[in-house]
Structures are given as C-alpha cells and as structure tokens.
C-alpha cells in the first residue's frame, strides 16, 4: 500500500499494547433477601443509579437462556447527542469465596447479574477499540455491591494488525461470512433492526465478534448510537435492539430483517429495500475488504436516522486503486475467505485492459511478489485460482512474458511454475521462445518433438534457437542453460536444411559450449561427443581427427580433445593410444597456428616500415635532383 500514514480514529498506542480508558460502571442484580431486580452499586460520576437503571430497561432482551450473554448499548449526554457507550454482561455469581454475591434470591431463583461499563464515546473513537476488545478488559472488574465507588480503569488490549496502517479486524466467526457480514451493514441503514436467526450452536463470543465483524463494515461514528444483543428472548416485548441474535422470530417487531446465519448463498440473502441502502451494500461490494480501513476513520457520531444515512451514503468513499485491491486481495487470502477474493479479483478485472506505466508496473509487480499472490493457495477452487492468476500476470508483468519476467515469477514461486499457475501462463504470449521453452517443460505434459513441432509451424528458424541462446546466453541464468541448449541443438538437427554442415562451420558449437558451461568441462564434453557423433557416426579415423583439428577456427578446448579421444578409442579400442594421437594433433595444430601468427606478425613488423623507408628514399632522390638542377634568370 502506498501510504503508511496512522488511519483517523487510531491513536499512537503501538499495536498489541494496552489503552487505559475510564468507565463508569453499575451491578444490576438481587440481594439474597431480593424478588425483584434492582441496581446493586453503582459508580460516582457523570452517570447515576438512575441513568443506569434506565438503560437496562430500556434495553432488556428478556431472560437469557445461557449465560453468559452480552448488550452493546448507547446513553446520550446532555444534549440529547451521543456521548456513552456502554456493554452489559449478563451472568450468573460466580462459584467460589471470591466472589461475594448470592447465587440465590428470596424466592430460590437463581439470579442473573448484570455488569455494566460505560465510556465516553470520544475515548473508544480515540483508540478505535472494538466491542470484542471492550468486553475483554471487563471481564477483570468482577464489581462488588457497594456504593460511593469511583470510575474504573479499563486496560482494553489494542489488536495488531497484519500491516501497521490497517486497523485490527475481529475475526469472523463460524458461518459469519463477508457477504451475510456486508448484508446485515447495509439492512441496518434502512433504520430497521436486523434479527439473526439460526445461531443456535454459536458462542455468544463469537456472536459479539460477528457484531464487531458487521460494525467494521460501516463508518466507525455509527458506533455511537448502536444498540446490539448476543441473544433476545422471542417473547420479550418492546424490544429497543438494531441487532440481535435470537432463536425465534420476536413477535414485537414485527418489522425486523430476518436473515438466517447459516444462509450460505449470497443470492439468498434479503435484499435491502431502500435506495441508500442498497447502494451502501453496492459499494461494499465493489470495495472489498478495503472497506474497512476506509472506514474505520469516519469517527464523527451518526444516528440510524434517514438524514444521517444518506449524507452518509452519499460521501462514500471513491473506489480504490489497483495497488489497494491488490492489498485486500492478499488479505482475504491470508484470511481464507473465498467469497472476498471472487469480488476483489472482479474489481481488478476492471483494470486489466487499462494501460500501465512502467514505473507503475514495477510497483505492482513487487506488491504481487511481496504478498505471494503466485503461491498455490490449496484452499481456491481450481477455477477461482485459474481466475486469480489469469488477472494478477497481466498487471504484474509486461506482456509478451520475457525470460526476466520467467525468472521473477519462479522466484516467487520457489521453482518451476506448476499446476494451475503454469496453465494459464502457457496461454499468454513470450518475449522469446526460452521463458516459452521453460513454461513448457515445467511439467512433463509435452514431448521436444511436439514443442519443435509448434515451433516449426510458426516458421521458426531452425538455427533461430541456436543463435538466440548465443546472444542471450550472459541473461540466461546457469540453471536454465543446458535445457535451452539441449533442445536448441535438437531442433536444429531436426528440422534443419543441412544440420551438419551447419555444425561443421560453427566448429560444433565448441566455443558457444565454452561460454555455456565455463566450469563443468563434463557438461561440454557430452554435448560435444553427441554433436561429433551426429556429425561423423560412430567412428572416427585418424584422417578425420587431422582434418577436424586443422579446421579454420575452430576452438580446441579440452573438452573437445576429451571428446575426439572417447570417439578414437570406440573405433580403435585403445583409449591411451587415442588420448596420445589427438593431444599430438592438437598439439600440433596450435604449434602450427602460433608459428602463422608470428610469420604474419614478422611481416607486418618488416614489411610495412621498409615500405615506407622506400617512399621517404625516393622522395629524397627526387628533392636532390631538383637541387642539382642550375638555376635560370627570369627572361626579360
């Protein structure tokens, strides 16, 4: 991601570290003599017993079935706006000395404790701190009933994120995929409450981290005023939540969006009905796991109100840049979720027929590097990773794919392209016919003579691979270079005019084998042995050693010499005989070739200076006969 800079809404507190906040609290509860539930003890601040007691009416949801259970919940300042947002902890004493409460009332029920921590709505936006991080930190406040207490200090554990500049993200829990996550966002905003139906086998740990889940698809300041439920009796009345769990339909609201937890089709979840939220759900959608870290910093307070939303909806944010799409790509598949990298892959499609700039390819394909986005990801569909990488190489890597490109991408990859990956790459254009040769023979699916088939159908050359394995050999990594040479060589002796004399003038490709393979002198004399055979049979006599060594040229390295050698002792059955007869020639040849060069070089050290020592002679003669020459008085 381009920028590094702290998202509106974080504060400085490094991440996995602790943010002290203060809250205020209540214990909601009966007595050992008690029938009826009252406010126990309560904090000395702001909020009194009676601000308390108020918003645990206000949002009662019934007797929980199971404990523990938990209610996300809002108190206004004094001017009627936000200003506290609290938690409730449903529970039941806890069973040891400790703990100092009754288990029991007056009538032999056992009680249900309440446990409430309010905090001013300025300080959790500070520290972007999640419902799941809340209630985390007060599970260390078992509050006795006593009064005159102060505020406490909650030490609410701050998630670090997978990146320094991206905000930390519940995780999902079972079930609760993206798409229902997203659905559930988008029918908060028709003002209507959501009921979540179906839960039956979710902790209600992971009911309050899918709550988080949904909240971090919608701007943070929506926080603010959000009333939500872990659990909701089906018989409670004049329920005030916006979200809840619940294991039946509550008569009492009877205009509540319904939406199954185990809903696994997108297609199958209800579509919200107003335009602004449909729209909402739209660019969710179409942004991505992005979405979030756009939203996190929009901290300013928002009421589920008409006029809220569609300002809201209104100002949303533009849509992301490749390099943004890219980030969330990885994201989602480092989180495993499948339906997310569907969407994001479509939101990169957008870009694939988009021109890129070089320098901006760069940086793409370093991001693409980087975050493994090659990798086999076992846990995609064979389609959906066909997908991923036929959108991913085109924004990567310049097309036709050159050998650079080959090698970056085997890099990434930690050896050859394999399975999918190598698929789809071997149906994209090559620079050159090395990264197409290599792409090919990553995988035994093809024969050489149905590649050198390919190739002389499109009228290649059949020296062409040669002669472009000589000029790119310096680029050729060592790795790749006997692979490339082998077959070169093949398809040249295959399905050229005259390979042989072709190979006799390039004195068998010694010297090019010299460069190839400059430390493995094995290396070159098995190719020589297999060319000279090619060339010659399988036998060589001594006339033909002389007349091969005496070539004009040639490069008689000591592969070539161990070659002839192995050749002359197959026909002679002698191999020190034959090792003797060609180092004799050999021998002999860069004697002769040596004794040329200094004749030559004699010649030009003598002939060129008494060339000129003549003309300067001549020119001397020539300046004193004209002096001998008397001197004549001007005619009149």
Not at 362 to 375: A, E, P, S
Request: proline share 7%; with cysteine; charged share 25%.
């Amino acid at each position: 991601m381009a920028t590094a800079e702290m998202a509106p809404g974080h504060s400085d507190d490094p991440p996995g570290q602790a943010a002290r906040l203060t809250a205020e609290w209540a214990l909601w509860g009966k007595q050992e003599t008690d029938r009826t539930y009252r406010i126990l003890a309560c904090s000395v601040g702001d909020l009194n017993a009676a601000d308390f007691e108020a918003a645990v009416r206000r949002y009662s949801s019934g007797m929980p079935d199971t404990l523990p259970q938990y209610l996300v919940f809002w108190v206004p300042g004094a001017d009627g706006g936000p200003e506290y947002v609290g938690i409730a902890v449903h529970e039941h004493a806890a069973y040891s000395r400790r703990d100092p409460r009754s288990r029991f009332d007056a009538s032999g029920r056992e009680i249900v404790f309440t446990r409430l921590f309010c905090v001013r709505y300025a300080d959790l936006a500070e520290h972007g701190v999640t419902f799941t991080e809340l209630v985390a930190a007060a599970a260390e406040h078992q509050l006795p009933p006593e009064d005159e207490i102060g505020p406490v200090t909650l030490l609410v554990g701050l998630g670090q994120s997978e990146q320094p500049d991206e905000p930390a993200q519940p995780p999902l829990a079972p079930g609760g995929r993206r798409d229902l996550a997203a659905t559930v966002a988008a029918l908060l905003l028709t003002s209507s409450p959501v009921c979540i139906l179906g839960a039956g086998g979710v902790t209600p740990e992971q009911r309050l981290a899918f709550i988080d889940q949904v909240l971090s698809l919608l701007p943070y300041g929506l926080r603010s005023t959000l009333s939500a439920s872990t659990w909701a009796s089906s018989t409670a009345r004049d329920l005030k939540l916006r979200l809840y769990f619940a294991t039946a339909r509550p008569g009492s609201q009877a205009r509540a969006h319904h939406v199954r937890w185990d809903q696994r089709d997108a297609a199958g979840l209800p579509a919200p009905e107003s335009l602004a939220a449909r729209t909402y759900l739209g660019w969710l959608r179409q942004t991505g796991s992005r979405a979030r870290f756009l939203l996190i910093g929009q901290t300013a307070p928002l009421r589920f109100i008409p006029v809220d939303i569609e300002t809201m909806v209104a100002s949303l944010p533009d849509d992301l840049t490749v390099t943004d799409t890219l980030e969330d790509l990885a994201a989602s598949l480092a989180e495993g979720d499948t339906g997310a990298v569907t969407a994001e892959l479509i939101r990169l499609e957008r870009h694939a027929g988009s021109p890129v700039s070089a320098a901006d390819r760069d940086t793409l394909r370093h991001q693409v590097i980087r975050r493994g986005l090659l990798g086999n990801h076992p846990e995609l569909k064979p389609s959906v990773k066909e997908r991923l990488y036929r959108t991913v190489l085109p924004l990567a890597f310049p097309l036709p794919l050159t050998y650079g490109g080959y090698c970056e991408i085997e890099d990434m990859t930690g050896g050859p392209p394999s399975g999918t990956l190598r698929s789809v790459l071997m149906g994209l254009r090559f620079a050159s016919f090395v990264p197409w040769l290599l792409v090919a023979k990553a995988e035994p699916r093809f024969s050489d003579g149905e590649l050198m088939t390919a190739l002389a159908k499109e009228g290649q050359p059949a020296a062409g691979l040669i002669e472009h394995f000589e000029r790119d050999l310096e680029l050729i990594r060592p790795r790749h270079r006997a692979a490339v040479y082998d077959f070169a060589l093949q398809h040249l002796r295959d399905h050229g005019d005259d390979p042989r004399a072709y190979l006799t003038r390039r004195g068998y490709l010694t010297s090019t084998l010299a460069a190839a393979f400059p430390d493995d002198e094995e290396a070159q004399r098995v190719r020589l042995e297999d060319t000279l055979l090619f060339v010659y049979g399988p036998e060589l006599s001594r006339g033909q050693i002389r007349e091969l060594l005496g070539a004009p040229g040639l490069n008689i390295t000591p592969a070539l010499e161990s070659a002839l050698a192995r050749l002359a002792s197959l026909a002679k059955a002698d191999r020190n005989k034959a090792e003797r007869f060609v180092a004799e020639q050999a021998d002999d040849v860069r004697a002769r070739q040596a004794a040329g060069a200094g004749r030559a070089g004699e010649r030009d050290d003598d002939s060129r200076p008494a060339r000129g020592l003549r003309r300067l002679f001549a020119r001397r003669v020539a300046e004193d006969a004209d002096d001998d020459q008397p001197t004549r008085a001007p005619q009149a």
